[in-house]
């Protein structure tokens, strides 16, 4: 074995063993197929980088498909963000846009064959009856006392079914397959249910609806894919799926089981997702919070650093819980490379530098991005009055602060050295100002008699500075595992009351004036930050991806 084939993952493993063996002619087709229900997270971008990624490596093709066989709950606005969601990830289907409501007559015809080979049947229990006759896990089920209805019956029923004779409910086209199976999916599993409701895009053409696991097998059978990748949860269905295809004896895909990404911090089902924007615990689905694509691109987290963080984890058939710290340290990686610095100061502090003229205006070069030479320079202007960060003074250090102090002599990044000579104080007591001297000789920010400083310090020039508004964000829950059964509580008890921070007075170097949102850089000393799109003209809103290091790393250490 070569080093990359041992590599492989155990599913691309099997694909690479497809190709050698020629098991598909040498063709790979994968899809993802989403359920119009709710918007992507990153356990979704887990198996589209693996769906997808696949097929790209193989020279294959790969298709987006949604699974649009729920009325009630699917909408238009999810199929658009899915789309937008999975473009932004990087992939490109072509004209490979399907959706299982495509194939709805073609399920049809389907379900009549089995019918005539009197392998399904119009069964007329209610859905209470039906779950009732089902048996449990230990015990068998019962069969339906329309089991063996006439194959002519059971068409003509249909039939009408289809044309709408019946209420919701009244009746079901089950599968015939064996009530006593040690499987419960295969005691005779529905595959229609009468539904008189509207559906996205096939408006009342149909009152019944294909239940998923019916279509699903289907989609991927008109498709040709060859590999249909799934998470285990499925595991148990495929003898149904197996079933299906082969009592219809068309083409057969291979379906695959990986475990799904369960991250830290978060909740990932769709369900509890929507009930947070419906609740008003989130601004909305794209909150920087949430763990949807849309959330994490409006947080400032690149596409590249979710793919990285998909090949990073890896692929495995066990389920295992992710630290959430694994995507935010992808996202560092990619963004140190990537990122312009400015200067840009959270919590100003009011610097006066008294040897410096009024009205002068020097311009210093800054480095754009030192990890990256080809970004080049900027300008930077500097003026008597500046910006610092209120927590790098203290009037009264302790020991290991190195940052500014009466008397004490630190370097501003790029400019010069400055001295504090006084810290000024309002009525309260507060400080409002500090003055200042600076040494002329030092421009660019090293000393010509070689005396060192203990600290650097960012800083914007008072009057050249933009007002911003900057958004900190933490953890959405305070417990790693927020949804886990054995809690006593409502995930809802969990969500972290500080997981926004606001700040609405903050200063940026005017060299980001204008920027569009989605537009990152890195704010030297304070981490990744991110345009917002509530952004206005005039007042730039940034969200921090996230901070330079890894502070929850540290604060697990100390523990
Ligand atoms: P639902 O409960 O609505 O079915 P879902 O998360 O399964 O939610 P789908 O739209 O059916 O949503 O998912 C599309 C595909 O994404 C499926 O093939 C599913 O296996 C996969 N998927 C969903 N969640 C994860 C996850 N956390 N990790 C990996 N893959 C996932
Ligand atoms: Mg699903």
New binding site residues.
């Given amino acids: 074995m070569d080093t990359e084939t041992k590599s492989l993952d155990f599913v691309r493993q099997i694909v690479a063993d497809d190709m050698k063996s020629g098991k598909w002619d040498g063709r790979v087709c994968t899809r ?7 918007f ?5 971008a ?3 980088c ?1 769906n997808f990624g696949i097929a790209e490596e193989n020279g294959g093709l790969y298709n987006l498909r949604f ?1 649009d066989t729920n009325p009630i ?1 699917e909408e238009e606005q999810y199929v658009k963000s899915i789309i937008e969601d999975i473009n932004w990830l990087g992939y490109n289907w072509e004209d490979r846009l399907f959706f299982a409501s495509d194939y709805f007559e073609q399920m049809y015809d389907y379900a009549v064959q089995l019918i005539k080979a009197g392998k399904a049947y119009v069964c007329d229990l209610a859905p209470e009856q039906i779950r009732e006759y089902r048996g449990t896990l230990t015990a068998p089920g019962k069969n339906s006392p329309n089991r063996d209805r006439a194959a002519d019956e059971n068409l003509d029923l249909f039939e009408r079914m289809r044309k709408g004779e019946f209420p919701d409910g009244a009746r079901t086209l089950r599968a015939k397959i064996d009530m006593a199976s040690p499987n419960v999916n295969l005691r005779d599993p529905i595959m229609y249910r009468i539904l008189h409701a509207n559906h996205h895009r096939t408006g009342d053409k149909w009152c019944i609806y294909p239940m ?1 696991d019916w279509a699903h097998g289907l989609g991927d059978s008109v498709e040709r894919i060859t590999h249909s ?3 285990l ?2 595991e148990n269905h495929r003898p149904l799926y197996d079933w299906f295809l082969d009592a219809l004896g068309i083409h057969h895909s291979q379906q695959i089981e ?5 991250l830290n911090y978060t909740v ?4 509890k997702l929507l009930a947070l924007v419906k609740d008003g615990r989130v601004l909305g689905w794209d909150d920087p919070r949430m763990p949807t694509l849309s959330g994490l691109r409006r947080r400032g987290f690149p596409p590249e650093s979710i793919r990285n963080f998909c090949a990073d984890i890896g692929v495995a058939k066990f389920n295992s819980v992710i630290d959430v710290g694994r995507l935010e340290n992808a996202a560092r990686e990619h963004l140190n490379k990537a990122s312009p610095r400015v200067m840009a100061v959270l919590r100003p502090l009011r610097v006066v530098i008294e040897n410096f003229p009024e009205e002068q205006v020097e311009e210093l070069d800054a480095v754009n991005n030192p990890e990256d030479p080809a970004a080049g320079k900027r300008k930077v202007p500097f003026s008597r009055v500046l910006y610092i960060e209120r927590g790098d003074f203290l009037e009264d250090p302790p020991k290991k602060f190195f940052r500014l102090a009466p008397g004490r002599e630190v370097r501003l990044r790029y400019a010069f050295f400055i001295t504090c000579r006084e810290a000024v104080k309002d009525a309260d007591g507060e400080i409002v100002e500090l003055r200042c001297t600076y040494d002329p000789a030092t421009r660019g920010g090293n000393a010509p008699d070689g005396r060192k400083v203990k600290a650097t310090l960012h800083w914007v020039a008072a009057e050249q500075a933009l007002d911003i508004e900057v958004r900190l964000y933490d953890r959405l829950f305070t417990d790693p595992h927020p949804d886990h059964a054995g809690h006593e509580k409502d995930y809802k008890e969990f969500l972290n009351p500080e997981s926004l921070e606001s700040i609405p007075a903050a200063k940026v170097e005017p060299s980001v004036k204008g920027a569009k949102p989605g537009t990152r850089y890195q704010f030297e000393r304070l981490g990744y930050f991110c345009v917002d799109p509530d952004s206005m003209n005039d007042k730039l809103v940034f969200n921090r991806t996230v901070s330079l290091k890894d502070t929850w790393a540290k604060i697990a250490k100390k523990r």
Avoid: W
């Fill in positions: 993802f197929p989403p359920e119009p229900n709710g992507l997270h990153i356990g979704h887990k198996s589209i693996l699974d709950k998923y990748i799934c998470t949860e499925f990986f475990a799904r990404l369960e990932m089902s769709k369900r």
